[in-house]
């Protein structure tokens, strides 16, 4: 299967601790790496993880409070410092975009290589991005400032070329990338092989959706339809369910139910307030709801 | 004696490595904390010494690359979502006023507290702050954008009660104060006992320098004379000595030779390169010039 996994760099709130970093994610699709969200500190998690900075292409910023973007100047200001050349693309809040030049006019003058800026209308669901891998879309969230998760959509894949027909029928290797691609074969004596019978269909296209941080909002769950795997923040437990409401954030089991009802693979929750010494408490509450549940860590890699 | 304390919370350069964080200091006098450099991550490490984030009263900025002050605006954060009441005095050159208000308004709005920031002029050695407790200087620097050093002078500090001359001459407790502060001693019978026979003469009022980043500039030494610890930079080792001059760093023999012309007590050095696995090289060539040298480290708390 090809490559498909999302690297925990930072799953805590706002205020650091020695548990968690802020919020920051990669996605990598076929060695190709995103990120969503980069609090401080973001840049030396990658190193944890032993990701290759050059390989990061994608930025993605889902809304403009600190632990979620402050570790962008300095993660940018190091690969230039590395001599990166390759473009780096940031996905902001349009907000951002003024106070965001000035950043960069101020400290990272004489980059290496070009820092675009591309402003994200964070109330659309709309495709922001799309290449040969994958479509990102944007997924607005109810936050109380502009902000949105990001939806990635792998690409279809080709289907799995079925190794018993190909030797039955002396398909040459030279003929298989044709297959893959739809070919029927004809054999030398005329009869036509269709490719239904040379080929196994193709695994489904796999999907996974970052939303954080956001009150419960079930505007959500037609969005979120059949994703493989959704990340839902899950800042308190039930018994602050108002303070989750008043801060607009969730509770786990309000997560657990946004998975439930948008029927998603898996969910994994996040963005744990430091009252929280560990996730058991906000994990166990979810599972409740939705058995299939997995609890963010920082250095954590799940394959979607 | 009075507390008067270096804590490292990071000595590396430019580009954070597993092994060093950004340039960061606190300099604990008499129980008041005062911050010197805030790379990224510097909040984080606060909490790693257990050094309490209400105690901490100013900022003292050397200059405007990133990997002295990335880490501002986040602490600035997290102060304010922890309740902070008391002013933060942030003193940072002059240049990033306007930059900083903006970055505040965006990402600090609300805070529970005031930030005074204080525009720091860097090429002009003057007293910035003055307290009961100490006072501070600035040290200008020679590295290409507007930077200074910051030299840290305790305060005078009362003279040692002589205890065996108190009990000889039954001097009661609640007259010790006045002792301390220069009143002789009056017996019953009129005779005078001189201040100079119950009292030894008070310690010598101690100082800290902190040099980062800067190139050779031997102009610091009169500066410096005689100061108790001089934390110097010294990026390169001398077979890098080019290199050093180019991107106006220093040499960690270039850092001794300013710490013996100077006559400081004891010389530290830092902002290693990430070229060096670890200090020691840095530190025998310092030491070969000036030998009370000592190699900073994170998490490192030195009694000056």
Redesign the interface.
């Known amino acids: 299967m090809e490559k498909f996994e999302v690297y925990i760099l930072g799953c805590g709130c706002?205020?650091?601790?020695?548990l968690h970093s802020p919020s920051s994610q990669i996605i990598n699709i076929r060695e190709k790496l995103s990120m969503v969200d980069c609090g401080?500190?973001t840049?030396?998690q990658m190193?944890?993880h032993k990701l290759r900075f050059m390989n990061l292409r994608n930025v993605f910023i889902s809304h403009?409070?600190?632990?979620h973007c402050?570790?962008l100047?300095?993660m940018i200001?190091?690969f230039g410092?590395?001599g990166r050349t390759g473009d780096l693309h940031v996905y902001a809040p349009a907000q951002y975009d003024g106070?965001f030049q000035?950043?960069l006019q101020?400290?990272?003058r004489d980059l290496s290589y070009r820092v675009v800026f591309h402003a994200v209308d964070t109330t659309a669901y709309q495709m922001i991005y799309d290449d040969r891998s994958m479509s990102v879309y944007t997924l607005p969230l109810l936050h109380g400032v502009p902000c949105c998760g990001y939806l990635f959509r792998e690409k279809p894949v080709l289907p799995h070329i079925r190794r018993d027909m190909i030797d039955f029928y002396g398909v040459p290797v030279s003929q298989i990338n044709n297959i893959k691609n739809g070919a029927d074969w004809v054999l030398p004596d005329g009869t036509i092989i269709p490719n239904s019978r040379l080929t196994r269909p193709a695994d489904p296209p796999r999907s996974y959706a970052y939303c954080s941080d956001t009150a419960f909002y079930p505007e959500l769950i037609p969005r979120l339809e059949g994703v493989s795997l959704l990340y839902h923040e899950a800042t308190f437990t039930e018994e602050r369910a108002e303070r989750a409401r008043m801060r607009f954030h969730s509770t786990a089991r309000q997560a657990a139910m946004i998975a439930r009802e948008a029927h998603v693979g898996q969910l994994l929750i996040g963005h744990y307030s430091a009252h929280y010494s560990d996730g058991r408490q906000l994990l166990e509450e979810a599972r409740e709801v939705f058995p299939d549940t997995l609890a963010a860590n920082e250095g954590m890699v799940i394959k979607v």
Chains 1, 2 share one sequence.
Do not use: I, M, N, Y
């Open positions: 706002a205020v650091p601790t020695k401080e500190g840049q030396l190193r944890f403009l409070h600190g632990d402050f570790g100047l300095g200001s190091t410092l590395l106070l000035q950043q101020f400290f990272c």
